[in-house]
């Protein structure tokens, strides 16, 4: 298991059961069980008595009133409507999750807790339903009470096929499996399902305001600005594009007295600008992806930062575009699995920020859960294993520094990512000279944060194929391997909107989805297992690390605790003030 290092508290967090994208759960007619993640023993560089002295000053400090917090961003949104393909990012997420609060909130443990429904939702198995009872003091910010309209209207405005918006809608998984809805009143709402939807605790995570949005464009109303009435603890201000999004204090908010007037999020695409705005006191608060050197350099900022620093569902991988010619043949991407040195990647660029770091060998469950397995151990790095599999597939060079050639296409392929990140650019310079031996060329070509996403897409949404050859990036979850089934998954034979890569395998959709329908925690974590044994073998992707997570924010902020999952570090940013 692996720890979350805190500057500030050094506490230690075991996460047992990390992974992409939905929550897990089980049981019967009571809420379901995750797999616990308990707090370990805190670990401290200092002294147990100045670590207690720590801890009651910390006790006396008094917050005030107001202030602003600065956040620095590498990327920034494409649209803020974080239901749509184009909105499916972290850094929409980060806006989106302080105005719309959903049925439950992911905690920096990896457990739910209830937000605005009265304690946990009620739950039958035979059949499968579940009951949410909305807090008779939620409220939007104009008066008008959280209600069922509410969870009629998101569930309606997703699973609609025939809506304008449809093809644009993100995941209706879960949603889709409804058969109909029950209301008591205006504070209770029953979903029937026709079958069994394991991570049923992740819907309905985002709620919108029926009474503002009925009769609008869900695919543009939420684009470039959201409404003027928040449920959360900020609410939408104003967007400069290229600069900065403002969110103000939601004087109305049911769920505490917000300290901060504002959250203003500043978008700055390079990762050594924002380290040294940071440092230098431009920057109240930032979650980079960790750099060789990042913590040495914020632990010279004067005892002025704090940190964490943490493991969480959070990997980095490369995606193949199956649609592109030579990637459209397994045996290609096995050899370029084989020829990349993925254990040199993360002892060079990871294990400098985390020293236990090691390869990822599987898509579903992170390295440090109780349920991983290693599947894509048959793809460690092996150059010569490279070569003969791409000679025995009938592939052929002139001489050994020249490209490979298989059925008449040469080996070169674009590898892209997001520019200004020096330590993925890094990593794509060493695939680049791991390939090259191994008779692969990979040209890099990179584009700043959101102008890189909008390069993959689905097959459907680019005139069938997209602008990448190979992308370097990282999905960010939240702890059950749920959404993997909308990422890897095909319906006859066509991608589903997240699967970016066009791999369709009947065996690796049906394990999906079957694991989806299974409550029970073992039975599922097996049948997501099976499936990943069906991915490694047909290679779309190659999984490389668990990516570790970093929080850090000037010490005269309160409330601050890394959340390492999609429910971003906003999870609490109605609880943060400032002491001065």
């Known amino acids: 298991m692996q720890p979350f290092l805190s500057r500030s508290r050094r506490l230690m967090v075991m996460c047992s059961a990390a992974a992409l994208v939905l929550a897990a759960c089980g049981g019967t007619d009571e809420a379901p069980e995750l797999p616990e993640s308990e707090p370990d023993d805190i670990e401290s560089d200092v002294d147990e008595d100045e670590d207690e002295g720590e801890g009651e000053e910390a006790a006396d400090v008094e917050t005030v009133a107001g202030g602003t917090v600065l956040f620095g961003d590498e990327q920034e949104p494409t649209i803020l409507n974080g239901f749509l393909i184009d909105g499916n990012s972290l850094v929409t997420s980060k806006v989106f999750n302080n105005q719309f609060p959903g049925a439950y909130v992911i905690q920096p443990d990896f457990t739910l807790e209830p937000w605005v429904i009265e304690g946990e939702a009620e739950i039958t198995e035979d059949p499968f339903s579940v009951t949410y009872t909305i807090r008779d003091d939620a409220d939007w910010s104009d008066g008008t009470p959280i209600s069922v309209d509410d969870f009629i209207f998101l569930y309606e405005t997703i699973s609609d096929e025939d809506a304008p918006h449809a093809d644009q809608i993100t ?12 209301v008591d009143g205006d504070k209770t709402i029953t979903f029937n399902f026709n079958e069994p939807y394991a991570p049923w605790q992740l819907l309905f995570a985002n709620l919108l305001p029926a009474h503002v949005l009925d009769g609008e464009d869900f695919e543009t109303f939420l684009n470039d600005e959201l409404p003027e009435v928040s449920g959360g603890p900020y609410v939408f201000d104003q967007w400069d594009r290229g ?47 960790p750099q060789i050197e990042l913590l040495d350099q914020l632990d010279g900022a004067d005892d002025r930062i704090d940190y964490e620093v943490g493991l969480g569902p959070v990997w980095e991988h490369i995606d193949f575009n199956t649609q592109v010619e030579g990637l459209d043949q397994a045996h290609v991407r096995q050899a370029i699995a084989l020829g990349i ?8 660029l990871i294990q400098p920020v985390d020293p236990d770091a090691v390869v990822l060998q599987q898509p579903f469950w992170m390295a440090n859960s109780d349920y991983y397995e290693e599947t894509f151990d048959q793809w460690n790095h092996d150059p010569e294993a490279a070569i003969a599999l791409l000679e025995d597939n009938g592939c052929t060079r002139d001489g050994d520094n ?10 070169s392929f674009r590898i892209g990512t997001t520019g200004g990140n020096e330590r993925r650019e890094l990593a794509q310079q060493l695939m680049q000279a791991d390939l090259s031996s191994v008779g692969i060329e990979l040209t890099i070509e990179n584009d700043e944060g959101a102008a890189f996403f909008e390069r993959l897409n689905t097959p459907e949404n680019c005139d069938g194929v997209c602008d990448y050859d190979i992308a370097l990036f990282a999905w960010v979850g939240s702890p059950d391997p749920s959404g993997n089934a909308n990422i890897y998954g095909c319906d006859d034979g066509q991608p589903r909107p997240q699967n970016w890569t066009a791999f369709c395998d009947d065996e690796l959709t049906a394990l999906m989805d079957q694991a989806n329908q299974t409550v029970d925690l073992d039975e599922n974590a097996a049948l997501w297992n099976e499936a990943a044994a069906v991915i490694a073998e047909g290679v779309p992707i190659v999984p490389l690390f668990q990516q570790p997570q970093l929080l850090a924010w000037e010490n005269t902020i309160t409330g601050p605790q890394l959340n390492a999952t999609n429910q971003t570090q906003f999870w609490n940013s109605g609880e943060w003030a400032r002491t001065q």
Do not use: H, K
């Open 402 to 411: 020249a490209n490979f050639e298989c059925d008449g296409v040469e080996l």
């Open 341 to 348: 040195n993925r254990e040199q990647i993360v002892e060079a």
């Open 243 to 289: 600069t900065q999004l403002r969110m103000v204090r939601n004087d109305e908010y049911w769920g505490n007295e917000v300290a901060l007037e504002e959250i203003v999020f500043r978008y700055v695409p390079d990762t050594t600008t924002l380290t040294q705005q940071m440092i230098g006191g431009e920057l109240d608060m930032y979650d980079p992806q």
């Open 171 to 182: 995941s209706r998984a879960g949603y889709e499996d409804v058969s109909d809805f029950e």
